[in-house]
């Protein structure tokens, strides 16, 4: 992998809504991530994000039904 591939396990916010959006997403920006990592959303130790944790959080949340 080169040094400028995107790794899906350690992606910045910024990066995971870009790749959000270029899946569909129509509310995925910095600032929604932000907020749900303020909400809980996993995050790594060096603040990078896992998509697929990320991803399975939302799915997790959007059944709480709130």
Known sequence: MSSNA???TAIS???AAEILRK?????ANTETISA???AGAPVN???TI????YAAWL???DGRGD
């Open 45 to 47: 130790e060096d603040g």
């Open 36 to 38: 749900d990592i303020k």
């Open 23 to 27: 899946s569909g997403s129509k509310f």
């Open 59 to 61: 799915v997790k949340e």
């Open 50 to 53: 896992n998509i697929v944790e």
């Open 6 to 8: 995107a790794r899906i």
């Open 13 to 15: 916010p910024k990066k």
